[in-house]
């Protein structure tokens, strides 16, 4: 029997949550057991399978540990570092998701060359002790946008920039539905899986960040809003930031 432990500090709870969907089917498809606890201020992702499944496993897992730290460790780190003047905090929020995708390979693959077959992962340890070059990456970005934000902003080309940063990021799924009820605003794939529900209220930015960024990670190849939707902000911004990717789908009288 194969057992691996992941573990971080109980502030980050929510990357163990993210890992625990990620990594889920492998796990169970593979017949394996999945048990978290939280001690001593950490939480521990326990993971086993039989031996002759450690290979798939320990791939699955280093791609699902690379995941959660771009997504958790990057955008934290663009969020403090990044000086941009912007009025909107929706438009900031979405730019940060989309720097924090971009170039999400060259990322994955630095973070997976410091990971080795083991039976432990603590995942604040490793990027704190051994991914430095990550932050000089990321900083280096910052540079750049800070740099040119005076120009991107005035010469109305930071809209543009955005796009291509989300339209040219690899592409992780095929068509998401996106449905909205009062209260609520859901994505299914097209087995019609649930990816993702949110509470929604209209009219607030804070709502609106949430389905966009939860919209930008998911980096589908096609997006269909169901006119279900009544918020024509966010149909119209969802439209603009995916360019050429979304339809809108008239349900029938």
């Known amino acids: 029997m194969f057992e691996l432990t992941i573990s971080t500090n109980s502030a980050k709870s929510s990357d163990i949550t993210f890992l625990i969907k990620r990594l889920r089917p492998t796990i169970k498809s593979h017949h394996g057991i999945m048990v978290c606890e939280?001690?001593?201020?950490?939480?521990?992702?326990?993971?086993?399978?039989?031996?002759?499944?450690?290979?798939?496993v320990l791939g699955a897992v280093f791609d699902a540990v690379a995941e959660?730290?771009?997504?958790?460790?990057?955008?934290?780190?663009?969020?403090?570092?990044l000086?941009?003047?912007?009025?909107?905090?929706?438009?900031?929020?979405?730019?940060i998701k989309a720097l924090t995708m971009f170039d999400?390979?060259?990322?994955?693959?630095?973070?997976?060359?410091?990971l080795e077959p083991c039976r432990e992962i603590l995942i604040d340890s490793l990027y704190n002790f051994r991914l430095w070059e990550l932050e000089k990456r990321w900083q280096e970005i910052c540079n750049l946008v800070s740099e040119n934000s005076s120009y991107l902003i005035m010469s109305g080309s930071f809209m543009e920039l955005m796009k291509f940063l989300i339209l040219t990021?690899?592409?992780?799924m095929g068509e998401v539905h996106v449905h909205y009820s009062p209260g609520s605003i859901w994505a299914v794939g097209e087995s019609?899986?649930?990816?993702?529900?949110?509470?929604?209220?209209?009219?607030?930015?804070?709502?609106?960040i949430?389905?966009?960024?939860?919209?930008?990670?998911?980096?589908?190849?096609?997006?269909?809003?169901?006119?279900?939707?009544?918020?024509?902000?966010?149909?119209?911004?969802?439209?603009?930031?995916?360019?050429?990717?979304?339809?809108?789908?008239?349900?029938?009288?």
């Open 38 to 56: 939280e001690f001593d201020k950490r939480v521990k992702l326990a993971l086993a399978v039989s031996e002759d499944k450690k290979d798939v």
């Open 104 to 114: 999400k390979a060259g990322d994955k693959a630095l973070i997976k060359s410091k």
């Open 192 to 208: 019609g899986n649930e990816i993702f529900k949110l509470s929604y209220k209209e009219k607030d930015d804070n709502s609106k």
């Open 210 to 253: 949430r389905v966009l960024t939860e919209l930008i990670s998911l980096a589908p190849e096609k997006i269909i809003l169901h006119s279900d939707i009544v918020d024509s902000e966010l149909t119209a911004y969802i439209s603009s930031l995916f360019d050429g990717k979304v339809s809108v789908l008239k349900q029938n009288s």
């Open 68 to 81: 959660v730290i771009i997504r958790s460790y990057k955008e934290q780190y663009l969020e403090k570092h």
């Open 169 to 172: 990021s690899e592409t992780e």
């Open 83 to 95: 000086k941009l003047a912007l009025s909107s905090s929706v438009t900031r929020a979405t730019f």
